[in-house]
Each structure stands twice: as C-alpha cells, then as structure tokens.
C-alpha cells in the first residue's frame, strides 16, 4: 500500500474516492493454474511496496482447492471494481476500500458472517465494525493501518514541554515548541484539513454517526475543539508548505517540526532516522467527556455476488483471511508496517511487542475509531469543506457545522431509503 492509498484509506476511510467510468482496466499479472476446482478471480489494487505482489501470488499458489488468478489492479482500482462488480466479467474475490453501503444495498457482495463469526471477537472491533450492515458482516478485515502522532523528545525536553495529554496541552504545546526554525506541529500542508476528519470530534467524546443511525456532533462539545484546531492555525503554530505532506515523515526526521502527525507506516524510517529520540501519542482528548483518539482504517476482502462460484470463492476467503494467520502476519509486517487485524496476531508479532510499535498498537486496540458505513461521500465532503473554511478561514464552527448536520440529516434519510 503505497502512503497515498493509506492516506486514502484513512483520510476518506469507507468511501468511493471517485465516482464514475472505469479508467485504465489495470493487467493481469496472476500465476498459471496449479490447484484444482473453479478458477476464480482475486483482485488486489497495486501496492507500492516490494515484495507484496509476489507474496499474494504465492498465497494463491499454495491454494489447492480452486484455479486461484491474481490480478494487480494499476490505476484508479475504486472506479475499476465499482464498474466491474456491475457486470459479469469483475473478480471473485477482491480487496476493498469498504464494501461500500451501495454496493451491500445493491446487492453486489456476499454475506461472510458464517466466514467470520466463529472467530468474530479476535478481529479489531473498530475496523470490523464498518463492515457490518443490518447484523451481517460483509468485508473480511486484511490489515490495520492507524495515524499517531509522533514528538520529538529531545526538542520537547529542550522547551520544558511535556508530551500532551489535551487539546489545550497540544495548542499550547505547538506554540512553545514553534521558533525561527522549527514548527511546533505539522498536520499537513493544509493545516490538518484533509488528514484529521472526524478525529477531534472523537476527541471531545462525540462521532460521526451514532450507534442509532443519527449525527453524531450535533453538541457544543464539536464546535470547542474545532475552534481550538483553528487557534492552531491562527497561532502559526503550523508547519505549512512542507516539501512532502503529513503521509511522509521527512518534515519531523529533518527537524522542521517538533511533533507530525503521521501513518504508523512512517514508524521504520522515522526509527532509522532519529533511533530512541522519538515517541507516539494518541490525538489527544478535549473536555471533560472527551477520550484520546487514533484513527484506523483497513481494507477488506470480499466476494462478488455474482460470482458464478460462489461457494469456492467463500472458501477461499476464509482459507486466506481466517485460516492462514502466517499468511495474514506475513501480509501485514514483511513489506510493509501494518497490524495485523487480529487482535491475537498484533499480540504476538514481533515487530509489534516493544518501544513506539507496541504503543501505537495499544492505541489502535484501546482507542481506535473508523468512520461508520453509515458516513458517506457526501456527509465527508460536507463535513470536509466546513473543516476547511474554519481552519484557515476562522469561520464560525456552529454556524459550519449547523449546515453540515442538515446535509448529514438528509443524507441519511436518503440511504434508509434504499
């Protein structure tokens, strides 16, 4: 997963990036037939890192119950499979950014509750959750890829500040860390409008949508800390104009920040780069009900409804993404740096058992959110452009967000519809 499809992932986590025609059709580079049975079709969008296309070739050879033919998917792949999974010629079995709610509404994935029921509970609840619908689960979660925020100890030490434990702590924190040289914290180059989401609104305690199907911000408590995210624009606290954006961690490991916050995918380079002068913190809570926040996000396997083997296809998603936990482990730590998305294997790798790693698991298992399937594309633009206008802008956030809950309001009578 190369870091923009991370910061897809989890910037936009649950939705269709685009809309609209197929672009490229990508090419197929899967294996000759070795096993036996229906051959089947399993997608997979193009992973920047070495190494992982050959690994999931070798999952699918060792597979001997079906023709199993992977597909390396360059291009825009959301557009790619929401197109294909209209026809008959789209994938058996593939690797999604979701399901998204139209295509569960629509009928176009297969239901894998019976799949992953007996081993429900072992899988990250937060990641799991965005892949269910009316009790059903229709995505297999593959790995789990969460942001933190990373601090300089050495610099923090150096300004008598500590790590922050509040929003107040952060602003405050950002603004005694920032001099000629170095900014107190980089959020991105937009000011953290594309990266944080609805991450402070977890912070103070709220959500997006609640466990009932209604908006989740619809409090005092949404408009606090976002005024707060906007004082750290106005304190020119923020690192902007950076030569790479929040997904890379350059801007921290050559010191033009005090804090980043970042991908836990940034976590070996920053390690190389700066050894034990480092540490990850949750986004920090905000008011009295608040609670420290981390969000995650993870692509799911699933399988086409229309899938002409149907039955083969269930089988071998639950061979690869419940069966194998070497072929899971392997998958999410030996070309890249993801958690696995079962609790027992995050517990046991060891990669993942000490220092900087082992917290960032903590936070993802402990405080973890992902955006609900209930949250769509339009409720995210929505909610994004408001984010926006207050950050830089210094609009006003009830006035912002009044208008985002009546999009979200109608959005969501617009889906219980369907």
Not at 17 to 42: E, I, K, M, V
Request: glycine share 10%; net charge positive; with cysteine.
């Amino acid at each position: 997963m190369t870091v923009i499809d991370r910061r897809r992932l989890l910037a936009a986590a649950g939705g269709l990036a685009l809309a609209g025609a197929t672009t490229a059709c990508g090419t197929n580079t899967g294996r000759n037939h070795t096993g036996s049975g229906p051959a089947l079709a399993q997608w997979y969008h193009q992973y920047g890192e070495p190494g992982t296309q050959q690994a999931v070739r070798r999952y699918a050879a060792a597979y001997k119950k079906a023709n199993v033919t992977v597909q390396w998917r360059p291009g825009d792949y959301d557009r790619q499979t929401a197109a294909a999974l209209l026809t008959d010629a789209g994938p058996d079995v593939f690797e999604v950014n979701g399901p998204l709610l139209e295509q569960i509404q629509g009928g176009q994935v297969a239901d894998l509750t019976d799949l992953v029921a007996p081993v429900k509970d072992d899988f990250n609840p937060a990641v799991l959750a965005p892949k269910i619908w009316q009790d059903k689960i229709w995505g297999i979660p593959q790995t789990v890829d969460t942001q933190v925020l990373y601090y300089r100890k050495s610099l923090l030490k150096a300004a008598g500040v500590q790590p922050p434990q509040s929003v107040d702590e952060l602003v405050d924190a950002a603004k005694k860390l920032t001099t000629g040289k170095v900014k107190g914290l980089f959020l991105g180059n937009d000011g953290g409008v594309g990266v944080l989401s609805g991450t402070p609104l977890f912070a103070a305690g709220l959500s997006l949508i609640t466990e009932d199907g209604k908006p989740g911000f619809d409090d005092p408590a949404a408009a606090r800390v976002l005024a707060k995210i906007r004082q750290l624009y106005a304190d020119r606290s923020l690192l902007l104009g950076a030569p790479t954006d929040w997904s890379d961690p350059a801007a921290f490991v050559q010191g033009l920040t005090a804090m980043q916050w970042s991908g836990l995918w940034a976590l070996p380079q920053i390690t190389k780069a700066l050894g034990d002068d480092f540490g990850v913190l949750p986004f920090p809570k905000d008011g009295p009900h608040g609670k420290p926040t981390v969000p995650v996000g993870a692509y799911a396997s699933a399988v086409s409804a229309r899938s002409k083997h149907l039955a083969a296809a269930k089988a071998f998603a639950r061979w690869l993404w419940i069966d194998r936990t070497d072929f899971q482990q392997d998958f999410a730590l030996s070309y890249g740096f993801h958690i696995p998305a079962r609790l027992s294997l995050a517990k046991r790798a060891r990669q993942l058992q000490q220092g900087p790693a082992a917290e960032a698991v903590r936070l993802a298992t402990e405080h973890g959110y992902a955006e609900p399937l209930l949250w769509t594309s339009v409720d995210r633009n929505a909610y994004q452009d408001a984010l926006s206008r207050i950050i830089k802008d210094g609009a006003h956030p009830e006035t912002e967000l009044k208008a985002v809950l009546r999009k979200v309001n109608a959005e969501l009578q617009r889906v219980r519809r369907k």
